[in-house]
């Protein structure tokens, strides 16, 4: 029996091995894709910067119940995004839903349009930036999910633009 359950462990931590790879791939995927799209060189999974946001969203999902996180002092960029799911969101949709703030960005006066946010695509794609980490919590009693990047180094520079 304690054989069995040995082996049961083991499988158990290679599908989640496999799993979060997975996942970082997903992640890193979607982010190289959009920064393909403007001509900037792609991203490099940093596991620093996943343990970082491991440990970000899972303050958030045990002391504040998937609220988002306050990154204003943080030394890398950040991306994040709340969903009222408590299955979470896949990496890929989470990427997307950054992404999508394009449709609000003009590069050739480096503006948003009136009225709409476009810094987490503008970070997603930020030139300098050449190293990714990211996490998600499940917050089952919420009944929701909170998903954070961390970037480095940050995008954002005032007064510059993104690609």
């Not at 599908?15 to 190289?32: K, P, V």
């Not at 204003?72 to 408590?86: P, V």
């Given at each position: 029996?304690q054989?069995?359950?040995?082996?049961?462990?083991?499988?158990?931590?290679?599908?989640?091995?496999?799993s979060?790879?997975?996942?970082?791939?997903?992640y890193?995927?979607?982010?190289?894709?959009?920064?393909?799209?403007?001509?900037?060189?792609?991203?490099?999974?940093?596991?620093?910067?996943?343990?970082?946001?491991?440990?970000?969203?899972?303050?958030?999902?045990?002391?504040?119940?998937?609220?988002?996180?306050n990154?204003?002092?943080?030394?890398?960029g950040?991306?994040?995004?709340?969903?009222?799911?408590?299955?979470?969101?896949a990496?890929r949709?989470?990427?997307?839903?950054?992404?999508?703030?394009?449709?609000?960005y003009?590069?050739?006066?480096?503006?948003?349009?009136?009225?709409?946010?476009?810094?987490?695509?503008?970070?997603?794609?930020?030139?300098?930036?050449?190293?990714?980490?990211?996490?998600?919590?499940i917050?089952?009693?919420?009944?929701a999910?909170?998903?954070?990047c961390?970037y480095?180094?940050?995008?954002?520079?005032?007064?510059?633009?993104?690609?």
């Amino acid at each position: 029996m304690q054989h069995y359950t040995l082996f049961s462990l083991l499988t158990l931590a290679i599908f989640l091995l496999s799993s979060s790879q997975g996942a970082t791939n997903d992640y890193l995927d979607a982010h190289n894709e959009a920064r393909a799209a403007v001509g900037v060189q792609p991203l490099t999974w940093s596991d620093s910067l996943a343990k970082a946001t491991s440990l970000m969203v899972r303050y958030q999902r045990n002391n504040l119940g998937c609220q988002f996180a306050n990154l204003t002092a943080s030394k890398y960029g950040g991306n994040q995004l709340w969903s009222g799911s408590a299955a979470g969101v896949a990496p890929r949709t989470a990427v997307e839903e950054w992404v999508k703030e394009k449709n609000f960005y003009n590069h050739s006066t480096n503006t948003c349009v009136s009225n709409h946010e476009c810094g987490v695509y503008t970070q997603v794609v930020w030139k300098n930036t050449a190293e990714l980490g990211c996490s998600q919590a499940i917050c089952v009693k919420e009944k929701a999910s909170l998903t954070i990047c961390f970037y480095d180094p940050p995008g954002n520079v005032i007064g510059e633009t993104p690609y």
